[in-house]
């Protein structure tokens, strides 16, 4: 079972030895990762059935502020980026991107697809929804140009308190989850779904790209 589920980044042709360099068809496989990312977190939030932690922080920040939800993760990425400064943690070109594109991508999805009223096709946006998020940080994990502002965030505090990545993570996650619930955003079975699925969906996603990849090397 193991050898579906990558525990590593796959070395792919497009990886950057740096998180500024920006060869155009790295730039392109990285925004259409994103871009697959943003769909994703979108059509959870579509589903009306409960969103991703970050997006409910983002959905709660914008019921309260009248901005849309794309703007409004825009901001909490923002936000978490300025973070990283304590840390003398340092963005990549894909750090930035992340925060443009993915914000850009959520808003557009919000915006041209409906909610449906069948609970079976929402439950089937949920799902789908999970799954791309995980493809879209497949894609983007493997370019090398630097990690999102979420992750770089986890990551500074693990290298500097020692604390294990997924205590880390589990901390920010349910402090975030907890603010996004008590601003208004949407928590629900969504939330569940994707908190239980998106470690399996990113690690089945890189098995795919590592085994393509290395099948286009041969």
Known sequence: MRKFFSHTIPNTPWRASEQWSLAPSRLLILSIGLIIFGIGDGLLIVS???NAPWSVLAQGL???????IGWATFAVSSAVLLLW????????????????LIALAIDLTVAWIDTPENL???ACLMIFGVIMVGAGSAIYLTCGLGPGPRDGLMTAIHYATNISVARVRAGIEGVVLALGWLLGGRV?????????????????????????????AQ
């Not at 914008?62 to 849309?68: L, Q, R, T, V």
């Not at 400064?85 to 443009?100: D, M, S, Y």
């Open 85 to 100: 400064i304590p840390f003398r943690q340092k963005p990549g070109a894909g750090t930035i991107a992340n925060i443009l």
């Open 120 to 122: 079976l096709l929402r």
């Open 188 to 216: 629900g079975v969504g939330t569940l779904v994707f908190a239980l699925g998106i470690g399996g969906s990113v690690a089945l996603w890189l098995t795919v790209v590592g085994h393509l990849t290395r099948n286009t």
């Open 62 to 68: 914008s019921f309260k502020s009248g901005i849309s």
């Open 48 to 50: 009306h059935l409960g």
